[in-house]
């Protein structure tokens, strides 16, 4: 199992999430650096950890639809490879962003999100399905999303969809427990959905509180885990990533 780091980007800075409010987001404090500028925490998290890749958030672009990629180049310029949720809407938004880091980012890879994308009926237009990742949004339990279709459905019907399009790639992740420190809540979920669909390869994410959490993910099957404050807070070290 892998361990990836988290840097939610706002307004050309660091932040730290707090169970998805995101107006009470503010520039990160940790024990690794003492910066929030987007390259100064990467490279912490490079120097300290070892570790080659980091899920970006950035939050202008799911909020706004602004993406900064001045952060995300000093991120990459910090030697981390990206996993970028840029609030992708549409199949031709992820066609366009799979071409712009294909030429400028080595190694990145595109994050469509549920509460960002506008139609699930949107997944078949990819034109390559199979190297996008899809982060299923929940909010305590529930899917997060603007597809009118589907803010009914239950999350296993969402991952049906997901795969009956070609994707195997999927990030579990549930707002509510970010920066919480209470554990992952959707661990149960995760496995209905390895037990149906084992080719999928599952990143879970939020709440992840120190080594033991990791272990349990992993007995699992999951394949890695999405982790920032206990990173930064020193609940998980080198030592116990290893």
Known sequence: MRVVPVIDLLGGMVVRGVGGRRDEYRPIVSSLVDSAEPQAVAAALRQ??????VYVADLDAIMRGERDVKSWRAIADAGLQLSIDAGLKSADEANELEDFLARDFAEAEYVIGLESWQDLAELAKLSRPEVAVFSLDLKQGRPLTKDLAWQAATPQEIVAEVYRHGLRR?????????????????LSLIRQFLARWPDLQIVAGGGIRGPADLRELQAAGIRGALVASALHDGRLTAQDII
């Open 48 to 53: 300290h950890f070892g570790l080659p890749r």
């Open 170 to 186: 999927l990030i579990v992740l549930d707002l509510a427990d970010v920066g919480s420190g209470q554990g992952t809540s959707t």
